[in-house]
């Protein structure tokens, strides 16, 4: 924060005025991008990036329905409601608009193809295919397919081998573009990493960053490559006031050399494994633990009452998630049956916080026995 208190106390404009910080930022960020992802645009919150993206996807495609994938969550928008399945589909939702078309969450546990089948990827990719064709079939070719690299909201969902890449194929086949959501698991999470899309094998179309990206300070960004962001030069012109200012570009930069300098992605590589090792051991004495998921420092434990029905145990996740918060560790629930404690601690969480973590579940878990 020290960076962008130095910021603030010397100059904050917008991005009509240039500014060394906001050239420096750029050329910083896109570098951890594979080519073409080599243009950015700044905003202010995941949602705002979310939205941008799909104006990009629009107006390059010329193109107007989507692609989206069940239980996923893009943002608070009323573009991204109507997206969102876990909003429009949920509580309060007005259903799926015209031109959205879902696909299934590529879940291994529980969803309808499982972990078991070599093919489970692929199966969950040839979903996407089948919807497309119906789309073609009615004369409304997809703009774009937008998915969570890892879904989020969905359960801490870690999509099978190949799902990606077969599902890029699949749209790509068709003309659309492939929109990468980042906000939740980029920035060295997953560990082996940068960018969770890279676990997948992928380059998306669009990217789009948030949450992490300024530690806190409300920063966003879309990353793209150079003809969709051409196409987009309308003369409309593209402005946003706080987006990409200099205060936020510094804490920008300031974020990029702690990731570097803290090694904090391979330490979301080696406490993620310590955490996920501890979650598997508990599985074999808490027969709560149905499943045990997740890269680096993305995780879930999924919680069910009967380990052949599945039966959800959203109550018990509940009850651990308050029990904890008692012993000083905050969790939440996620997933569509609200059963999946999600483990998304902060980059520099050490292995004494995590056998803390690991010692306090154990201890939570025993008095459900
Ligand atoms: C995957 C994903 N995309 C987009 C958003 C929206 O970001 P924001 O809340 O910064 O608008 C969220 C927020 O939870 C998210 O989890």
Known sequence: MAAGQAQMAQLNTNTRFLHDNIVDYVQRLVATFPQPLSVCFFVNSGSEANDLALRLAWTYSKRRDLLVVEHSYHGHLSSLIDISHYKFAGKGGAGCPDYVWSTPCPDGYRGRF???DPEVGRHYASTIKRQIDTMLARDRPPAAFIAESLGGVAGQIIPPPGYLQHAYEHVRAAGGLCIADEVQVGFGRVGSAMWAFET?????????????????HPLAAVVTRPEIADAFNTGMEYFNTFGGNPVSCAIGLAVLDVIRNENLAANATHVGGLIKQGLESLQQKHSLIGDVRGVGLFLGAELVRDRD????????????????????????????????????????????????FLNALDETLAEFA
Do not use: F, W
């Not at 039966?311 to 996620?334: F, Q, W, Y």
């Not at 059963?339 to 601690?345: A, M, W």
């Open 309 to 356: 029905t599945l039966e959800p145990a959203t109550e018990e996740a509940n009850r651990t998630v308050e029990a904890l918060k008692h012993k000083g560790i905050l969790l939440s629930t996620d997933g569509p049956h609200d059963n999946v404690l999600k483990i998304k601690p902060p980059m520099c969480i050490t292995a004494a916080d995590a056998n803390y």
């Open 114 to 116: 499982r972990y078991a």
């Open 200 to 216: 997948q094998g992928v380059v998306p179309d669009i990217v789009t960053l948030g949450k992490p990206i300024g530690n806190g």
